[in-house]
């Protein structure tokens, strides 16, 4: 079992950064991936980016070259910095863990980009 808070998110004008950072109550190093899913108003909710133990990433093609993922596997937190944000990037931002057995979900936070 594992607890996930997300933090960082907020209003932002578009072309403006925000970094999102995720805590773990517990080691992350057992989930691989680790990643970050959005779900904006009346859409499903679709993967932004992951990353492997081993720092391999993956992007959706409509972040890549803006967003960058990482992880510390000894602070226990994956952190997405978001670049040259669009409006439509708002969406709810949720911190996903997951092994071969469990997946578990934090409890999201809100990224809005308006002028």
């Known amino acids: 079992q594992v607890q996930l808070v997300e933090s960082g998110g907020g209003l932002v004008q578009p072309g403006g950064s925000l970094r999102l950072s995720c805590a773990a109550s517990?080691?992350?190093?057992?989930?691989?991936?680790m990643g970050w899913y959005r779900q904006a108003p009346g859409k499903q909710r679709e993967l932004v980016a992951d990353i492997t133990g081993s720092g391999s990433r993956d992007y959706a093609d409509s972040v890549k070259g803006r967003f960058t993922i990482s992880r510390d596997n000894a602070r226990n937190t994956v952190s997405l910095q978001m670049n040259s944000l669009k409006p439509e990037d708002t969406a709810v931002y949720y911190c996903?863990?997951?092994?071969?057995?469990?997946?578990?979900w934090g409890q999201g936070t809100q990224v809005t980009v308006s002028a």
């Open positions: 517990g080691s992350i190093s057992r989930f691989n991936p």
């Open positions: 996903n863990a997951r092994n071969s057995f469990n997946s578990y």
